[in-house]
């Protein structure tokens, strides 16, 4: 269970913004994309996680290096975007109190492509998968899902230098025998300008709160998850091309796990994850 | 006739010696060994592990029933019950949380009254109690004189409410003397609790330790009243203790810390200061007083653990017990499930097989002739799967003093994988009973292993640690059908169980029929 929390850490708080192009000081955010362009970012994650199981506190931690790769296969005249995405390359080096564990590439999930298409805010439409995962040793034992990943939903207005907006998602994931819904509501702030990585850029603060909840039918067993937290940190992007050029923030759930059935078990769980995103083509 | 008479006398002379140096106690008599049969073994697991038992959840009906078979082979062997009985009663509870709950801070004359859950959460351990009391921080709460660290040193704690820190000295430090990044038993908070109780405190206040980690929401337990998608029947089970052994415990977050402390900047430096100088921090803060109340409603119910006695044959000795147990429980079955399909956690392995081999232990001590010196307890406990509760209720209130045990043998899993090999746990803490069973495995001819360290606290010898009595813990590892349906009895090697029984039998032998004291010492 840890883990399909780290893969979802990892992957889905992967935050892409890109905005378009400015004048006069503002900023009229939109997705601006063009039918094959290709983009790459690398990200490196930190995920710290602590649960308490019958009054026995037990740790884990993981470092994950990936490159995500995103193919635009079209750019609909109403501005909707289709993509594909898929990981290039994943290292992950995991402590857990099973042991330590380090998965260079597994097969069964480099290259293995999603499909995505969004409207030109960034608002998700679809997502389908093109080809299945499949999960190594450890992570396929612990529930981990496939990487999945969203772009933010952009501003509709007009935004310049101090103005801030509200962006609020709802992403259902289907588990074995039930759901969990991961909620999100960020405040984006521009604070600034900066030049980051040879490139203009945005500097944009987001702040926000990421609710989840969700219950099923596992092995006989029934789960149910709730959890909150924050997620913070910056984005920094060029208006002039159009693209993220990095991230840097910090998520803190806790969340609390209840299993019933044959066993009952009220689990405690808290996990402080730290990402970096940076734009490497 | 007279060379008859010579070869009887230089018999008997040889017996007189191996009598007299104790060798004649160190060899396991024949007739205990040859009652140690695979058949029997595997008669006991076809029992334990059948559908009729239901997995042998605690508690339950047909957790009773296996509790009843296991009492009559005790008997059926010539064991002695224990105050009259082959029972070991002691209570679990679904604890709820009840709806007096407060937590109020006073300092200099500023009275804040602060909410639960969003500041501050009682544990699952907590009692139902209302203390107020001045405050005294302890810095980590830990007491570890192996690594030469107190943070109670020169503090007095008597009747005053304690503020301590999660984790350990250094946890995020490969040098620490705390085990380096792997945090030791002191992290844990139900040993900072034992250690406030132990020193008189009369609750205990935890906060997370703000040098490492970053959130510092109140977690405490997450009492399901407190949550709208949290289940009521999610509550565990957990051991029941008199409340008069308890005090409220609770865990509070930033807005307690920083008005106890001024900021979580002074809290965080003092922290790292302990951290770097590997030197307790800890100070009566008189300036603090503190309510502190929660309450709790448990819904209790009976279990107990089986016990057996072979009483010792020396006068002085019999009173000092060697524990040979086993856990006779596991999971229980899936109460939403189709017909036709398997829905029954068996638990052959998990641990109808170390069951068994108790039982083929008992019989062994049974049919011995001559009894050892020291007494014998064998024991099966109830609720290991719940959190070691049928170890920990013995070891709370034993039948015998702790003092005087002076040896536990635990089994558990001990009869799947490779047909002759079993890892032993507990060899370099226990290093003079890990000497015996390497020297008693001879006879025998197991493979022994010994990389189960991070096991130690997974299963009943874990408790007698704890009160510090030395261990060997018997196990056959893991396999893809650990916790899960698959775990049948005819995937049992009942052979392999009565080789590692016979060992455990021979080393219990060894270990009752001494004077020596054997070590218990922290691993390096």
């Given at each position: 269970m840890q883990l399909q929390k780290l893969l979802k850490v990892v992957f889905g708080a992967i935050m892409i913004s890109l905005f378009t192009g400015c004048a006069g000081g503002t900023y009229k955010l939109a997705y601006r994309m063009e039918t094959n362009q290709r983009l790459k970012y690398k990200t490196s994650m930190n995920v710290q996680n602590s649960m308490e199981m019958q009054g026995r506190e037990m740790t884990s931690g993981s470092d994950a290096v990936s490159v995500l790769r995103l193919e635009v296969e079209e750019v609909g005249k109403d501005g909707n975007v289709t993509f594909v995405y898929a990981l290039d390359s994943l290292n992950v080096t995991a402590t857990t109190p099973q042991g330590d564990q380090i998965f260079e590439n597994p097969e069964g999930m480099i290259g293995k492509r999603t499909r995505q298409i969004m409207t030109a805010?960034?608002?998700?439409?679809k997502s389908v998968v093109v080809d299945s995962v499949q999960l190594p040793g450890l992570l396929a034992q612990s529930g981990g899902r496939r990487p999945a990943f969203s772009f933010i939903e952009l501003a509709e207005k007009e935004v310049k230098a101090g103005d801030s907006w509200t962006a609020s998602t709802a992403d259902t994931n289907a588990q074995t025998g039930g759901q969990i819904i991961v909620a999100a509501n960020t405040t984006y702030t521009i604070a600034g300008e900066v030049d980051t990585l040879g490139y203009k850029c945005l500097r944009i603060i987001y702040s926000g709160k990421i609710t989840l909840t969700g219950n099923g039918v596992n092995m006989g067993m029934n789960f149910s998850i709730e959890g909150e937290g924050p997620n913070n940190g910056t984005a920094y992007f060029t208006p002039k091309e159009g693209m993220l050029v990095a991230v840097v923030g910090t998520s803190d759930l806790e969340t609390t796990i209840a299993l019933t059935g044959q066993m009952s078990m009220t689990i405690p769980q808290s996990t402080a994850s730290k990402v970096a995103i940076v734009l490497v083509k | 006739m007279k060379i008859m008479q010579k070869t009887v006398t230089l018999f008997l002379g040889i017996a007189a010696l191996f009598i007299a140096d104790g060798s004649f106690y160190n060899t396991p008599p024949r007739e205990a060994l040859e009652a140690i049969r695979a058949g029997d073994i595997r008669q006991h697991i076809n029992f334990l592990a059948?559908?009729?038992?239901?997995?042998?959840?605690?508690?339950?009906p047909e957790f009773d029933r296996a509790a009843e078979y296991i009492a009559d082979e005790f008997k059926r062997y010539g064991l002695k019950p224990v105050n009259g009985s082959y029972f070991n009663p002691f209570n679990v509870s679904q604890v709820q949380l009840g709806k007096e709950n407060a937590l109020i801070v006073t300092t200099a004359g500023r009275e804040v009254s602060y909410s639960i859950k969003s500041d501050f959460m009682p544990f699952d351990?907590?009692?139902s109690k209302d203390v107020t009391a001045s405050l005294v921080f302890a810095g980590y709460g830990i007491t570890a004189p192996e690594y030469g660290y107190?943070?109670?040193?020169?503090?007095e704690v008597k009747g005053k409410i304690v503020l301590v820190m999660r984790h350990e000295p250094?946890?995020?430090?490969?040098?620490?003397?705390?085990?380096g990044e792997r945090e030791t038993d002191h992290s844990q908070v139900s040993t900072k609790v034992q250690n406030a109780i132990d020193r008189g405190a009369a609750g205990l206040l935890v906060i997370t330790d703000p040098a490492n980690h970053r959130s510092l929401a109140p977690r405490g337990f997450p009492w399901p009243?407190?949550?709208?998608?949290?289940?009521?029947?999610?509550?565990p089970l957990t051991l029941s203790l008199a409340e008069k052994e308890k005090i409220p415990v609770a865990q509070v977050g930033e807005t307690v810390m920083q008005q106890i402390f001024g900021s979580v900047d002074t809290l965080r430096q003092w922290q790292q200061q302990i951290d770097l100088t590997r030197k307790p921090r800890s100070m009566a803060l008189l300036q603090v007083q503190i309510r502190l109340q929660t309450t709790t409603n448990p819904i209790l119910q009976a279990t107990r653990n089986v016990v057996g006695l072979i009483e010792g044959a020396d006068p002085k000795l019999k009173t000092e017990i060697v524990v040979v147990g086993a856990h006779y429980d596991h999971v229980g079955y899936i109460k939403q499930h189709q017909e036709g399909e398997d829905y029954i956690y068996n638990g052959a392995d998990d641990n109808a097989s170390g069951t068994s081999a108790v039982l083929a232990i008992a019989k062994a001590f049974g049919a011995a002739r001559q009894k050892p010196k020291r007494s014998v307890l064998l024991m099966a406990f109830a609720g290991e799967e719940k959190g070691l509760f049928g170890s920990r209720a013995y070891v709370e209130q034993?039948?015998?003093p702790l003092e005087n045990t002076v040896a536990m043998l635990n089994l558990d899993m001990?009869?799947?994988?490779?047909p002759d090999s079993v890892s032993v746990g507990g060899n370099t803490r226990s290093p003079d009973l890990a000497k015996i069973n390497e020297e008693e495995n001879r006879a025998v001819g197991l493979q022994l292993d010994?990389?189960?360290?991070?096991?130690?606290?997974?299963?009943?010898q874990y408790n007698f640690a704890r009160k510090q009595i030395p261990f060997l813990f018997y196990f056959t590892g893991l396999h893809a059908d650990y916790h899960r349906?698959?775990?049948?009895?005819?995937?049992?090697n009942e052979n392999k169980i009565a080789k590692i029984a016979t060992l455990a039998f021979r080393v219990a032998w060894r270990a009752a029929n001494t004077e020596q004291r054997f070590r218990l010492v922290e691993p390096q």
């Open positions: 805010a960034g608002k998700k439409l | 059948s559908d009729s038992l239901k997995g042998r959840n605690t508690p339950s351990m907590t009692a107190d943070d109670y040193a020169g503090l250094g946890e995020r430090d490969p040098a620490s003397p705390f085990n009243s407190l949550y709208e998608g949290i289940p009521d029947d999610a509550l034993p039948l015998f001990v009869g799947r994988n490779a010994y990389s189960i360290e991070q096991f130690h606290n997974r299963s009943d349906l698959g775990d049948h009895a005819d995937k049992i």
